[in-house]
């Protein structure tokens, strides 16, 4: 009896680890502070995704990602999977890829719940000391 209850509080740590990260969360630009987008954050087939549902700055909603390459280009930011295929690693998720649809470039990332409402997003070249974290804030 004490086995299964230790393996049945083990599966549900992984559930609740997982849904965490999941959800809407609201991305701040980095030199103005101004809210950019909605990203959601969902799982599919064990691996964590990220879209973009909602575009909060005023004249971008129809923004393409102009300087994309190959499947993404000219494709409407609206819609559009930025982040992709991570996995979770304990507290982390990683090994993954995002996208900035601004530069249209698509570097590794990792991302981890720093606090409940407050997501630590970052985006690195080669290793994760040469990148630039965002801070996300889980939206209402």
């Given at each position: 009896m004490k086995k299964l209850f230790i393996i049945t509080a083990l599966l549900c740590s992984v559930v609740v680890s997982s849904q965490e990260v999941t959800g809407k969360w609201k991305t701040i630009d980095d030199n103005t502070g101004e809210e950019k987008s909605i990203v959601e954050i969902y799982e599919e087939n064990?691996?964590?995704?990220?879209?973009?549902?909602?575009?909060?700055?005023?004249g971008r909603q129809n923004a393409t990602c102009r300087n994309c390459e190959g499947e993404d280009e000219d494709k409407p930011i609206l819609g559009l999977t930025i982040i992709r295929g991570l996995e979770e690693d304990g507290d982390e998720y990683n090994s993954g890829k995002i996208l900035d649809p601004e530069s249209g470039k698509l570097y590794k990332c990792y991302i981890e719940l720093e606090?409940?409402?407050?997501?630590?997003?970052?985006?690195?070249?080669?290793?994760?000391?040469?990148?630039?974290?965002q801070y996300w804030f889980r939206a209402e």
């Amino acid at each position: 009896m004490k086995k299964l209850f230790i393996i049945t509080a083990l599966l549900c740590s992984v559930v609740v680890s997982s849904q965490e990260v999941t959800g809407k969360w609201k991305t701040i630009d980095d030199n103005t502070g101004e809210e950019k987008s909605i990203v959601e954050i969902y799982e599919e087939n064990g691996r964590v995704y990220g879209k973009v549902v909602e575009i909060l700055v005023d004249g971008r909603q129809n923004a393409t990602c102009r300087n994309c390459e190959g499947e993404d280009e000219d494709k409407p930011i609206l819609g559009l999977t930025i982040i992709r295929g991570l996995e979770e690693d304990g507290d982390e998720y990683n090994s993954g890829k995002i996208l900035d649809p601004e530069s249209g470039k698509l570097y590794k990332c990792y991302i981890e719940l720093e606090e409940e409402d407050k997501l630590k997003v970052r985006g690195y070249i080669g290793f994760s000391l040469l990148g630039r974290t965002q801070y996300w804030f889980r939206a209402e």
